[in-house]
């Protein structure tokens, strides 16, 4: 029972974590939280099962074809609903606009999908006889293809803030936008790649959770709260808070869906979520921010 | 149904307004109450649901549409309603309760709720409350799942039925009818109360309402409170029409449906919601095809009036506001109301700041400032930019905590960081950027500026009672008489955002002035105003300390200064340069280069 | 005549309701300082936002021969128009290095390097710390880093907004000398500035700006300035300007 608890609640917490960085990635470069998140996690799923499953083209092209329509879908995310709410006075817009665009997605994905979770194929093929096999065999890749996306992703933003200039243009923008203006910075496209960005890592999530979670439309909205937990755990905008809260919420989930059950789960993530905005807005590891005069 | 039904955004109470709006709510609880002479159950039960989502709306409507609050799950409260109401009526938890106690208990378990899912709304924005919102709806799904004792899971469990006089059939239809009747009357005189005005206070000009002594936290409590208690009773009358009710029941896309009904109808009336809630309910039915696709339609109308008319379909027929407005209008201040306004009985105090500092991160914003305010006196307080003054203002308004110094009145200590409390000290004050209610009209925006002096209950503005009508009475009154002193008088009834800019600095004045304040803090009142208009300004202000208000006036144009003040206190970086009179600051050397350069 | 660099005529600009300048008319020549004085809330930050292209605004702005009118802050910068905002925001979380990076963003590869060096060496004491984060860096050294990444693009006009604020005098000699050293290198310079005696030091024209216009022009070798500025300032009625050329 241990080891389900850890596997089952590591590559949950995984996939929580990655949604945690999709939110970030889109907050860092334009203050906005964006509802469609949980969407991207969501397609990941379906659009994965659909192309492989059903159109019947092989994992590698049907991974690279999912994330290329992430990527399409944060662009269309920003120029519809980012783009002209920043330009607006009631800023705070966005939370309408993204749900808005989410739960149209979602509503089309329910209809041409359907409504029923369904299961989403075996990406690699592992001959359990094999030597190979025996060893790759022994946690089930279910388990840990998101962990290997969370590793890879925490890797790759690490050398994209650190050692690209483009990167380095985020944390700017992320930092200090009027400024970043000022300096000629493309703000505009600098946006419009981060969406993209995100909605790369929000398909990688569930696309790599999918023989978990299957391919399901309700996932959205469970991902979308899910995936924010972390978030408001960590610290907005903290990478490294998501991750370590997103796993955390996985194996708390787990643990306490064997060991109590589901409804205390529940109860237990709301009331510590409710929690935390309450007492400390800023994130459990996050510092509170030093205003600019 | 009500005299009170006339919406606050609609205004000034014009007779027109009022009757249009009465006679909107005759028809419809007419048509209502005919209904059943249709003898079409088909058509009985499209009521009862719109009716039953009215009851969920209305409530909804005064978090969304007037507090500007973005709940968009508020259909677990639907579902928690539902579920306490059919469990305690089937005998899932002790013995079976009568359905009529059932749904009364399903009210109050969705009050408790409201408030608890209402928490991150006192300190957080927008996103975090809506995704509190969405997060609570996913939660009371799972549970509904999980919990089979009592939901019976998956399978589901069945739906109260209640007894005579409201049995099955049109019974049922007249208690949704009543119900609905009722939420309508509760909300809407809320609405046009002076809560319903520190509602739209509240969402759209945040600290201007907490310098006028509304305490945000209490008054949000009270309203998710209502809230939660009419989605609870929605949901117990959903049960009811559902018959059998399983977690699928409360989709969180049903959220979608109460929150653009809302927003069709416009943010801060009542009329408009009612009616888009019972459009949104019919429509489906007589559009089958179109079934499937509602929620698709429903999301994607919400963002078409996001990103085009964020105000609601409303506001594009909101013709009466559409008239165009005199050109060239004057300010004229009529300075002898001022006593009348004011009414200051004894004078003789005293705000004094001693040693404050205060910093920004490493930034020093002041450094040790010692400052008096004395009753009767205009002392002006200028400097070059970022040398401390509006943050001075914002301390002595209980926005900053200094981290050492002190602040006192008439000798008592005065708290930091509890800006609405600066209201019943009578210590009033205006923003470098007026903060107004633009939807309103200039009239009500006044009138929020006199909420502390109301003394109705929530319960009695609720319930319609005398007193919140004596209230109204007295508060308009007195927002007229403001109006008349600054010279705004004849666009009473006029949208704010309509108003120039110059008005808005005037209508500021008045709105400080209903506190009738000991003392009154201007932060920059001439900018943008031209030199006639400065100079009546200067008058204004000048009367205003006669009569025995201390002012606070921090301003750039020197000639303004000069010109009205007894006491000028120069700073620079945090600190005081000079403190004298006009005479001895301008000749003051250092001053004068360090102002001059600025 | 030579076309001035800059040219600026009829310019109006404003926050929402607010307007806050109107009919300013302003040039700059190649290689000249100028200085842009004026009261608080007199609009000096709004009117070089407006030309570095931050603020939406109306009238016409002619900057090398070129109609500016309506350009972002790209095309002004990539033009040679560089603007130095007020109140040193840097980039904390970056070092001063990648700070100075980013100045030169879009520019070739190969090019930056060489300029960045170009930019540090007219500060040395920020030129040790490259590989520091800025948040590390004292205030003036913060600003200091501010205006090197106005120099990273050589730029033909460089807008300093209030470069001395919060400085310590010698600092504040030292990004001023900076100015000088620009304008011998051809750059011409807008200077909004409090210490007022050291811009009129340093600049070879002033502006004073009150209540959103022009109120006087003048050359900084004309006589009896400084009470004409003040007369400018405090003078009761804009629309009767004191001192005009």
């Known amino acids: 029972m241990f080891e389900s608890i850890v596997s089952y609640g590591l590559a949950v917490g995984a996939v929580y974590a990655l949604i945690g960085i999709t939110y970030n990635v889109m907050y860092s470069a334009s203050r906005v939280f964006s509802f469609t998140a949980g969407m991207l996690g969501m397609l990941g799923g379906v659009l994965g099962a659909l192309f ?206 064997f060991l109590v059950g589901g409804i205390f789960a529940a109860v237990a993530v709301f009331a510590v979520f409710i929690a935390v905005l309450l007492l400390r807005p800023e994130g459990l590891a996050g510092a509170p921010a030093a205003r600019r005069v | 149904m009500t005299d009170t039904t006339a919406p606050a955004r609609a205004g000034g109470m014009s007779w027109l307004g009022r009757l249009e709006g009465r006679l909107s709510w005759i028809l419809l609880g007419l048509a209502g109450l005919a209904l059943p002479l249709l003898d079409d159950s088909y058509i009985g039960t499209i009521a009862e649901r719109a009716f039953i989502y009215w009851v969920l709306s209305a409530g909804l409507n005064l978090v969304v549409g007037y507090a500007g609050q973005i709940a968009i799950g508020w259909v677990s409260m639907l579902a928690l309603g539902a579920y306490t109401t059919a469990a305690l009526a089937a005998g899932r938890v002790g013995p079976e309760w009568n359905p009529y106690l059932a749904l009364a208990a399903g009210g109050a378990i969705g009050a408790v709720f409201g408030v608890i899912v209402g928490l991150p709304a006192l300190r957080l924005r927008t996103f975090y409350f809506a995704m509190t919102t969405l997060g609570f709806a996913t939660i009371v799904t799972q549970v509904a799942l999980a919990w089979k004792d009592v939901t019976g899971g998956g399978v589901g469990t069945p739906g109260p039925v209640f007894p005579w006089p409201f049995e099955p059939g049109w019974g049922f239809y007249y208690l949704c009818f009543i119900l609905a009747a009722l939420a309508t009357w509760i909300t809407a005189n809320i609405g046009s109360s002076r809560y319903g005005r520190a509602l739209v206070a509240i969402r759209d000009a945040e600290v201007a309402a907490e310098a006028s002594g509304i305490a945000k936290p209490r008054i949000l409590m009270l309203v998710f409170l209502l809230a939660g208690a009419l989605g609870g009773v929605a949901g117990g009358l959903f049960a009811s029409l559902q018959s059998y009710i399983t977690p699928d029941a409360f989709t969180f896309e049903m959220s979608v449906l109460f929150f653009i009904a809302i927003l069709i109808g416009g943010r801060g009336s009542i009329l408009g919601p009612a009616l888009g809630t019972i459009l949104l309910t019919a429509l489906p039915e007589f559009a089958a095809p179109l079934v499937q696709w509602s929620t698709f339609l429903y999301a994607a109308l919400l963002l078409l009036i996001v990103l085009l008319v964020p105000g609601g379909i409303a506001d594009l027929l909101d013709f009466k506001n559409r008239r165009p407005l005199t050109q060239h209008r004057e300010i004229v201040p009529r300075i002898e109301l001022l006593p009348r306004v004011l009414d200051q009985a004894e004078g003789g105090h005293a705000i004094e700041l001693a040693a404050i500092a205060l910093h920004f991160g490493g930034v020093r914003a002041i450094d040790g400032l010692d400052l008096e305010i004395h009753s009767g006196e205009v002392h002006g307080l200028i400097g070059p930019n970022g040398s401390g003054k509006t943050t001075t203002l914002n301390v002595i308004s209980g926005y900053y905590a200094p981290s050492s110094g002190t602040l006192r009145l008439d000798g008592a200590p005065l708290p930091f960081e509890e800006p609405h409390a600066r209201a019943n000290h009578r210590i009033a004050r205006t923003f470098q950027t007026p903060r107004l209610v633009g939807a309103a009209s200039v009239l009500q925006n006044v009138m929020i500026g006199g909420t502390v002096h109301g003394e109705a209950s929530f319960a009695e503005a609720m319930l319609s009672l005398p007193r919140h009508h004596r209230d109204e009475r007295h508060l308009r009154q007195a927002a007229m008489l403001a109006l008349a002193t600054v010279g705004l008088e004849s666009l009473a009834n006029v949208r704010a955002d309509r108003l120039q800019h110059s008005e808005l600095r005037f209508m500021e004045i008045a709105r400080a002035l209903m506190l009738r304040p000991a003392f009154l803090l201007l932060d920059e009142p001439a900018a943008g105003l031209s030199t006639e208009e400065i100079r009546r300004l200067g008058a204004l202000i000048k009367a205003i300390s006669r009569e025995g208000t201390g002012v606070l006036l921090v301003e750039h144009h020197a000639d303004l200064i000069f010109d009205i003040c007894d006491r000028v206190t120069v700073l620079n970086l945090g600190k005081v340069l000079a403190a004298g009179t006009p005479a001895e600051i301008r000749s003051h050397r250092e001053v004068v280069s360090a102002y001059l350069g600025a | 005549m030579i076309e001035p660099l800059l040219e600026v005529k009829g310019l109006a600009a404003g926050y929402g309701k607010i307007g806050v300048l109107q009919g300013i008319d302003l040039t700059i020549g190649k290689a000249e300082i100028v200085a842009l004085l004026g009261p608080n809330g007199a609009g000096k930050t709004t009117l070089l936002k407006a030309v570095s292209g931050l603020l939406p605004c109306t009238g016409s702005i002619r900057f090398g021969g070129k109609d500016m009118s309506g350009a972002g802050p790209r095309e002004a910068v990539r033009e040679g128009l560089v603007h130095v905002v007020e109140g040193h925001r840097v980039f904390t979380q970056l070092t001063v290095h990648d700070n100075l990076l980013l100045a030169g963003y879009g520019m070739p590869r190969r090019e930056i390097g060489p300029r960045v060096e170009e930019a540090l060496a007219f500060f040395p004491e920020i030129a040790a710390k490259r590989a520091d984060r800025a948040i590390t860096l004292s205030g003036g050294q913060q600003q200091m880093l501010a205006v090197a990444q106005g120099l990273v693009r050589r730029p033909r006009l460089l807008m300093l907004d209030e470069p001395s604020a919060g400085l310590s005098p010698v600092l504040v000699d030292r990004v001023l000398a900076a100015a000088a050293r620009l304008r011998e290198a051809g750059t011409a310079v807008l200077l909004v500035e409090q210490l007022i005696e050291k811009a009129l030091a340093l600049a070879d024209r002033v502006y004073a700006l009150a209540r959103g216009a022009i109120v006087l022009q003048a050359r900084t070798d004309e006589p009896d300035l400084p009470n004409r500025l003040e007369h400018a300032y405090f003078g009761q009625d804009v629309s009767a300007p004191l001192a005009s050329p």
């Not at chain 1, 399409?72 to 993204?98: A, F, N």
């Not at chain 1, 840990?144 to 933003?157: E, K, N, S, Y």
């Not at chain 1, 985020?170 to 910075?185: K, Q, W």
């Not at chain 1, 907005?236 to 643990?255: D, E, T």
């Open chain 1, 52 to 257: 492989i499953n059903k159109w019947g083209f092989n994992a590698a092209l049907g991974f690279v074809l999912v994330l290329a329509c992430g990527a399409v879908l944060g662009l269309v995310t920003e120029v519809l609903t980012v783009r002209p709410v920043l330009k607006s006075i009631e800023q705070h817009l966005y939370v309408l606009s993204t749900l808005a665009f989410a739960l149209m997605v979602q509503q089309v994905t329910a209809i041409e999908w359907g409504t029923e979770a369904q299961p989403f194929p075996v990406l690699i093929p592992i001959d359990a006889s094999s030597p190979a096999g025996s060893i790759w065999g022994i946690v089930d890749q279910k388990f840990w293809l998101p962990v290997l996306a969370c590793i890879v992703t925490i890797g790759g933003l690490e050398f994209l803030y650190r050692r690209t200039l483009i990167g380095r243009a985020f944390l700017a923008i992320a930092e200090d936008s009027y400024a970043a203006r000022a300096l000629g910075l493309p703000e505009t496209q600098l946006r419009l790649a981060s969406f993209a960005l995100a909605g790369v890592i929000g398909t990688l999530a569930g696309f790599t959770g999918a023989q978990m979670l299957l391919a399901f439309f309700g996932n959205q909205s469970i991902l979308n709260f899910y995936g924010f937990v972390p978030v408001a755990l960590g610290g907005m905008g903290s990478n490294r808070g998501a991750v370590i809260g997103g796993l955390a919420l996985g194996l708390f989930q787990q643990a306490a869906n």
